[in-house]
């Protein structure tokens, strides 16, 4: 690729390459900060609901139509926040929210390159000669490599 090329053309790819992880970068620290703020939105209300909760007058036995009467356990234990739960959703919206963020910064990044390199037709049109040059290189090392390993195999095929 280097020899079927003009500086301009590497100048070009340097320049959308460079965009794409400009685009990504931004997308992920967007997706992050998405993320977090939606867990300190959740963690907030859950610990509302719990307050709620709390102060709520609650049932303390459920009667029957027979007359029996149940006592029902006392469940705020159970429904208070804790800091595992806390972490956790910290953790997976902020990942979440990298991975989100990252991946929409990386299809606008690409578009974004594609119009850049596209906008030189000329150039354009060496950059993808180049690109198939090097995709059949490639493909032809590979078949050697494919070759020349099957020769030293046991079976001799």
Do not use: W
Not at 27 to 56: D, P, Y
Not at 63 to 91: H, N
Not at 113 to 139: E, K, N
């Amino acid at each position: 690729m280097n020899n079927s090329l003009q500086q301009s053309d590497r100048d070009a790819l340097h320049k959308a390459a460079s965009t794409v992880s400009t685009h990504a970068t931004v997308g992920s620290l967007l997706g992050l900060a998405l993320g977090t703020l939606l867990a300190f939105r959740i963690r907030s209300n859950r610990t509302a609901i719990f307050k709620t909760f709390r102060t709520a007058e609650q049932p303390v036995a459920l009667r029957f139509a027979s007359g029996k009467e149940q006592p029902l356990p006392d469940l705020t234990a159970a429904m208070k926040p804790s800091t595992l739960g806390d972490v956790a959703t910290y953790c997976l919206l902020g990942g979440g929210g990298i991975f989100f963020g990252g991946e929409t910064g990386l299809l606008t990044g690409s578009f974004r390159a594609r119009a850049q390199i596209g906008s030189d037709r000329d150039g354009r049109d060496r950059i993808q000669r180049a690109f198939r040059r090097f995709q059949a290189d490639a493909l032809r090392s590979q078949a050697d490599l494919l070759e020349n390993e099957g020769k030293g195999s046991i079976l001799g095929l």
